[in-house]
């Protein structure tokens, strides 16, 4: 499978604030990484895609202006939760396509807190 | 639209055999994973399925029918650290993307 790394591995931060969290592709040339979003005891929801040299796919009721993903190489993807609100305190988790039947494979997640 | 159920929680005995069951209704079908998540941490990878039958790796196998839209994943000689979330998640074609369950919590007891 792949490796992939995430930084921060967690962040606190103030309300009206914002944070960015990188996800690494450690072994692997990713054109494509998707970012997903996890509440607690909750399932993992897809965010975006993020392609490598063009502007990411976002779905539906995920504000892109909110989320900024920048995928400028072939093995950094970013995502910057703008003016953080409380409310998006989550854990994000990246993962990149590798391999049989491009199994995702995902990085260690960022747990955000927003006081 | 795109559903897929399994069970909210589970539990069982260290050294049993435990079944979590996945049915799903999605546009398109290009197989069906599962994934093991411990609190806290992020999914890992267990196993595999695209074509119906059963596919076994160690403790872990896994079975589908398409035609039923089931899915099952079959742990053995269960053992406390198999103690976690299991999300069983189909790539539909449709839409090109991975779509999640909600995930099986399964607590392993002595």
Redesign the interface.
């Known amino acids: 499978g792949a490796v992939v790394s995430q930084h921060p591995s967690w962040v606190i931060c103030k309300s009206g604030t914002s944070v960015k969290i990188e996800c690494r592709s450690l072994d692997f040339q990713a054109t494509t990484m998707f970012w997903y979003r996890q509440f607690p005891k909750q399932s993992l929801m897809l965010m975006a895609t993020s392609n490598e040299g063009s502007k990411a796919t976002y779905e539906q009721g995920v504000e892109k202006d909110k989320f900024l993903i920048n995928h400028a190489s072939l093995t950094l993807s970013t995502l910057t939760v703008t003016s953080a609100h409380p409310e998006d305190s989550s854990f994000y988790i990246c993962s990149q396509q590798a391999g049989r039947a491009d199994t995702q494979y995902f990085g260690p997640g960022t747990r955000l807190t927003v006081l | 639209g795109q559903n897929i159920d399994q069970p909210t929680e589970m539990t069982a005995t260290e050294g049993a055999i435990v079944q979590i069951n996945c049915t799903y209704q999605t546009s398109g079908f290009?197989?069906l994973?599962w994934?093991q998540q411990h609190a806290?941490?992020?999914?890992?990878?267990l196993s595999?399925n695209?074509l119906d039958g059963l596919e076994e790796k160690g403790r872990f196998s896994s079975f589908l029918s398409r035609s039923k839209g089931y899915s099952y994943l079959l742990l053995k000689e269960l053992q406390m650290k198999d103690s976690a979330s299991y999300?069983c998640a189909v790539?539909s074609g449709g839409y090109n993307?991975?779509?999640?369950?909600?995930?099986t919590r399964l607590a392993v007891h002595p």
């Open positions: 290009n197989g994973f994934y806290g941490e992020a999914p890992t990878f595999y695209v999300l790539y993307k991975l779509i999640f369950g909600a995930g």
